[in-house]
């Protein structure tokens, strides 16, 4: 009979105590514009550190038609900058249908830019699709480059900013603007970081829309007159929600060496739990 009640008692701490389901998080590295060679590192590390913070990553390199006629050349690029090659398995198309697999997805793209000559991310229909996933409750997160891409459409809407330029990288300050998000995690007010930072152009990207989390301390970028902002704003890192979804974009990660430092990684974590609504924090418009 003890040993009954002691089986219960087991079984009942067991199930009170498992862990959660960790959530589904799509990386997006489809790169139909530049390739950035820190792609294949931050594959690496996602991958890594994923499931440690409870998600199992899906890393999707293409998610264009197989049959377009750059698709070869597009493969041989992405295999000779970031080391990966693109097969069946790390391909897909994001849709509607796709979607229902995932709670988030993390861009870090290129397609579909000013030259509209290379292969974007989406389709117009899939930017519409992904969207409404957003809109009825999904996490949408982007890292560096993934505000630059699909230019003329509502995508950047969706990201918060588009780039217009950058200086070449360089160490700066960064202003933490909201120690309390998730997302600060990691950072300190005035901490000096290296990487290439974007510049955004002056639409869509709006204060009184986001909720900005880092910023560069201005007195300390180096610019010439055709990179600087006339309202000297230049925001590294915000959210915003979108219908009963959420939207996490920062501009960090163009170096490998960001992917594997610690603080970057904890940035990252941070507003991705913010996204999937597994840690609060402030979505206020910093006006």
């Known amino acids: 009979m003890k040993w009954f009640h002691f089986s219960l008692l087991a079984v009942a701490l067991t199930a009170g105590f498992a862990a959660a389901e960790n959530k589904k998080l799509l990386f997006v590295t489809h790169s139909g514009g530049f390739v950035h060679d820190s792609v294949g590192v931050a594959e690496d590390v996602l991958k ?40 069946t398995e790390n391909m897909g198309r994001v849709n509607k249908e796709s979607l229902k697999n995932f709670d988030a997805v993390l861009f870090f793209t290129t397609g579909s830019g000013p030259k509209r000559d290379n292969i974007g991310p989406l389709t117009p229909g899939e930017l519409k699709d992904l969207e409404a996933w957003v809109k009825a409750g999904g996490a949408f997160c982007g890292t560096h480059c993934a505000s630059d ?31 309390k998000h998730p997302a600060a995690a990691g950072m ?36 010439n007159d055709k ?46 739990d913010w996204a999937t609504n597994k840690k609060p924090g402030s979505a206020a418009p910093s006006k």
């Not at 750059?70 to 990966?84: A, L, S």
């Not at 950047?156 to 780039?163: D, P, S, V």
């Not at 070449?168 to 909201?178: S, T």
């Open 48 to 87: 890594e550190i994923g499931p440690k913070h409870g998600y199992d990553v899906t890393c999707w390199r293409y998610t264009g038609d197989p049959a377009h006629p750059k698709f070869n050349k597009y493969q041989d690029n992405f295999r000779k900058r970031t080391g990966k090659t693109i097969d």
């Open 149 to 179: 891409t699909m230019y003329d459409s509502t995508y950047g809407e969706l990201i918060g900013g588009y780039f217009r330029t950058h200086p070449p990288v360089q160490k700066v300050k960064l202003k933490l603007e909201d120690a």
């Open 188 to 223: 300190t007010d005035g901490v000096v970081w290296n990487d290439e930072f974007y510049i955004m152009t002056d639409a869509p990207y709006d204060r009184s829309k986001l909720h900005i989390i880092l910023s560069i301390d201005k007195n300390t970028i180096k610019l």
């Open 227 to 272: 990179q600087t902002r006339a309202d000297g704003d230049y925001a590294v890192s915000w959210c915003r929600e979108d219908g009963n979804g959420k939207v996490f974009y920062t501009s960090l990660g163009h170096p490998k060496e960001v992917w594997k430092d610690d603080r970057f990684q904890q940035h990252l974590i941070g507003g991705i």
